[in-house]
Antibody, heavy 126, light 107 residues
C-alpha cells in the first residue's frame, strides 16, 4: 500500500523559509505514470495546489502563489521536498503531499490526486 | 486562472436521501473534473475522476456527470459515513484549482 508522510517544522517565523519533506513508501517514486505534488489547505483559501514534480526533476508550479516556491526530488531517499521563501501569516495552512497521475503530453491535462499524505500543520508566527 | 464554484456551500440531509452537489467552472473544462471527499482531520480522498469515472474502491452510490462548465456529484442513498465535505477540482489548465467545498451534514 502506497503511503506518503509529510515531515518538517510546525512553526516558522515570518520572512523565513518553510521547508517540508514527503517520504514515499510502499511504492516507487520512480513511477513513469505519476507526478508528486504539494497542496495546502487553509480556512481562508481552501485547497490550493502549490507545485508538482516528476522523478526526473520536471516541475510544474502554481504561478499564483505569492511566496517563491521550490520543489525538488531525491529518488535515492524516496523523498520530495517543498520550500517556500519569505513566508507570511497567509502561508499558515495544513500542507499535504500527494501523488497524481501523469497528464496528457507535457501538461497537467486530466490529472487527479489518488494518494495523499495525512497532512502537516504549519503555522507562520513570530 | 479557472475558478471553480460549488453549490450549495452546506447541505443538511438524512440517511437514505438522494443528494446532488453542483460544481461550475468559470470556463469550459471539457470533462477534466474530479471529485474528492474529506472528513474532519483527514486528507481528501478521490471519489470520481474525469467527471464520471468511479475511483477503485468507491461505493457505487457515488456518481458524477457533466461536461463543459457544469458538473454534478450525486449520492444515491446517503449512508452515515458519507457526512463529510466534498470538493471538485479541475485539471484542464494550470494552475490546478479546487472548489470551495460543500459540507454535508446530518439533518
Amino acid at each position: 500500500q502506497l503511503l506518503l508522510q509529510e515531515s518538517g517544522p510546525g512553526l516558522v517565523k515570518p520572512s523565513e523559509t518553510l521547508s517540508l519533506t514527503c517520504t514515499v513508501s510502499g511504492g516507487s517514486i520512480n513511477s513513469i505514470s505519476h507526478y508528486w505534488g504539494w497542496i495546502r489547505q487553509s480556512p481562508g483559501k481552501g485547497l490550493e495546489w502549490i507545485a508538482s514534480i516528476y522523478y526526473s526533476g520536471s516541475t510544474y508550479y502554481n504561478p499564483s502563489l505569492e511566496s517563491p516556491v521550490t520543489i525538488s526530488v531525491d529518488t535515492s531517499k524516496s523523498q520530495f521536498s517543498l520550500k517556500l521563501n519569505s513566508v507570511t501569516a497567509a502561508d499558515t495552512a495544513v500542507y499535504y503531499c500527494a501523488r497524481h497521475t501523469r497528464g496528457v503530453g507535457a501538461t497537467l491535462l486530466g490529472v487527479f490526486f489518488d494518494h495523499w499524505g495525512q497532512g502537516a500543520l504549519v503555522t507562520v508566527s513570530s | 486562472d479557472i475558478q471553480m464554484t460549488q453549490s450549495p456551500s452546506s447541505l443538511s440531509a438524512c440517511v437514505g436521501d438522494r443528494v446532488t452537489i453542483t460544481c461550475r467552472a468559470s470556463q469550459s473544462i471539457s470533462t477534466y473534473l474530479n471529485w474528492y471527499q474529506q472528513k474532519p482531520g483527514r486528507a481528501p480522498n478521490l471519489l470520481i475522476f474525469a467527471a464520471s469515472s468511479l475511483q477503485s474502491g468507491v461505493p457505487s452510490r457515488f456518481s458524477g456527470s457533466g461536461s463543459g462548465t457544469d458538473f454534478t456529484l450525486t449520492i444515491s442513498s446517503l449512508q452515515p459515513e458519507d457526512f463529510a465535505s466534498y470538493y471538485c477540482q479541475q485539471s484542464y489548465s494550470r494552475p490546478l484549482s479546487f472548489g470551495q467545498g460543500t459540507k454535508l451534514e446530518i439533518k
